[in-house]
């Protein structure tokens, strides 16, 4: 039997403390044997106000474990690259400890926003691991030395265990149960529990909403230009321009504060834009194409599945 630690960090989301607890339960149920045993770990006190507002209890501190076979991390709301930084910064008192624990551990997760948690503490950084898609600068400036693709849904490395954000940590679970107990229990519970099969790829739910999260207001001035001139060329030297910066500058500026280059951010701005064409108008895709910028539609085509994994007229079928 595992005996897995659920730390569970302040502004924890309770869907996540709540569905693993319910996915290790159903893995014992479907077994019909004890499986795994759970404790809730609070970080500073033995309690933990989730995101919602609601106070759980907790079997006991961080400080106060000292081995588990599975430390798992819940991930927390985002509110910010600011207050994400200062919520990191609270487990620098426990950095030794939460290292002596991981190396002891048969299994370390976290997902979402607790991989920054645990990334403060050193211990990822031998190691390869994904994170919530829109965290990319984020890791850039903290965390230069971690090797991180935001891309896959989730990631195993050795013993570590990572996955996206937020319900990443569904497909994540039934990856660990599979490992743990095999293909057979794992199936039982994806089938009794509906969970859907998602694809690998983070990249479907990328968004551009969420690069918008910074305080830098000259790029922010940009970022809204290049939404509302979605049909113009936006060539990195006409972005620069705009910008009244060189391109060089202009780049470092979209890495440093979007993680994304500025090619690539238009690219997703246009795909998205697309996207709402083909699900709130009855525009002919030819249209949509040229509407965001492109003029072939078998190439636009084409970017769309990759990112989506639906061509255009399938994508828009779902909403017929």
């Given at each position: 039997?595992?005996?897995?630690?659920?730390?569970?960090?302040?502004?924890?989301?309770?869907?996540?403390?709540?569905?693993?607890?319910?996915i290790?339960?159903?893995?014992?149920?479907?077994?019909k044997?004890?499986?795994?045993?759970?404790?809730?770990?609070?970080?500073?006190?033995?309690?933990v106000?989730?995101?919602?507002?609601?106070t759980?209890?907790?079997?006991?501190?961080?400080?106060?474990?000292h081995?588990?076979?599975?430390?798992?991390?819940?991930?927390?709301?985002?509110?910010?690259?600011?207050?994400?930084?200062?919520?990191?910064?609270?487990?620098?008192?426990?950095?030794?400890?939460?290292?002596?624990?991981a190396?002891?551990?048969?299994?370390?997760?976290?997902?979402?926003?607790s991989?920054?948690?645990?990334?403060?503490?050193?211990?990822?950084?031998?190691?390869?691991?994904?994170?919530?898609?829109?965290?990319?600068?984020?890791?850039?400036?903290?965390?230069?030395?971690?090797?991180?693709?935001?891309?896959?849904?989730?990631?195993?490395?050795?013993?570590?265990?990572t996955?996206?954000?937020?319900?990443?940590?569904?497909?994540?679970?039934?990856?660990?149960?599979r490992?743990?107990?095999?293909i057979?229990?794992?199936d039982?519970?994806?089938?009794w529990?509906?969970?859907?099969?998602?694809?690998?790829?983070?990249?479907?739910?990328?968004?551009?909403?969420?690069?918008?999260l910074?305080?830098?207001?000259?790029?922010?001035?940009?970022?809204?230009?290049?939404?509302?001139n979605?049909?113009?060329?936006?060539?990195?030297?006409?972005?620069?321009?705009?910008?009244?910066?060189?391109?060089?500058?202009?780049?470092?500026?979209?890495?440093k504060?979007?993680g994304?280059?500025?090619?690539?951010?238009?690219?997703?701005?246009?795909?998205?834009?697309?996207?709402?064409?083909?699900?709130?108008?009855?525009i002919?895709?030819?249209?949509?194409v040229?509407?965001?910028?492109?003029?072939?539609?078998?190439?636009?085509?084409?970017?769309f599945?990759?990112?989506?994994?639906?061509t255009l007229?399938?994508?828009?079928?779902q909403?017929?």
């Amino acid at each position: 039997m595992y005996n897995v630690a659920i730390i569970c960090p302040e502004g924890a989301l309770a869907t996540g403390i709540t569905g693993v607890i319910d996915i290790l339960n159903v893995a014992n149920i479907l077994a019909k044997k004890p499986m795994f045993s759970w404790q809730l770990v609070g970080v500073e006190t033995q309690s933990v106000k989730t995101s919602q507002g609601l106070t759980i209890a907790c079997d006991l501190k961080l400080a106060d474990l000292h081995s588990t076979d599975v430390m798992l991390w819940i991930g927390s709301q985002f509110e910010g690259p600011q207050k994400l930084w200062r919520a990191c910064r609270v487990f620098t008192p426990y950095r030794e400890h939460i290292n002596e624990l991981a190396r002891s551990s048969e299994y370390t997760i976290a997902t979402c926003t607790s991989v920054c948690y645990l990334a403060s503490s050193g211990f990822l950084d031998p190691y390869h691991v994904t994170s919530s898609w829109w965290l990319k600068a984020f890791y850039q400036r903290h965390f230069p030395q971690l090797k991180v693709s935001q891309e896959k849904v989730y990631l195993q490395d050795g013993k570590v265990i990572t996955s996206g954000a937020a319900q990443c940590y569904f497909t994540m679970m039934l990856h660990f149960i599979r490992q743990t107990c095999g293909i057979e229990l794992a199936d039982k519970l994806s089938s009794w529990l509906a969970i859907p099969e998602l694809t690998t790829s983070q990249q479907p739910y990328m968004q551009i909403g969420a690069f918008e999260l910074h305080q830098d207001e000259r790029l922010l001035a940009l970022q809204n230009y290049i939404k509302n001139n979605l049909s113009a060329p936006l060539t990195v030297e006409q972005m620069a321009k705009q910008l009244s910066v060189s391109e060089r500058t202009l780049i470092r500026r979209f890495q440093k504060q979007i993680g994304l280059t500025p090619s690539n951010y238009v690219r997703l701005a246009r795909l998205e834009k697309a996207k709402q064409l083909l699900r709130t108008t009855r525009i002919n895709t030819g249209d949509v194409v040229e509407q965001v910028g492109y003029q072939d539609i078998g190439s636009f085509n084409r970017i769309f599945k990759e990112q989506y994994g639906k061509t255009l007229n399938e994508y828009r079928a779902q909403f017929c």
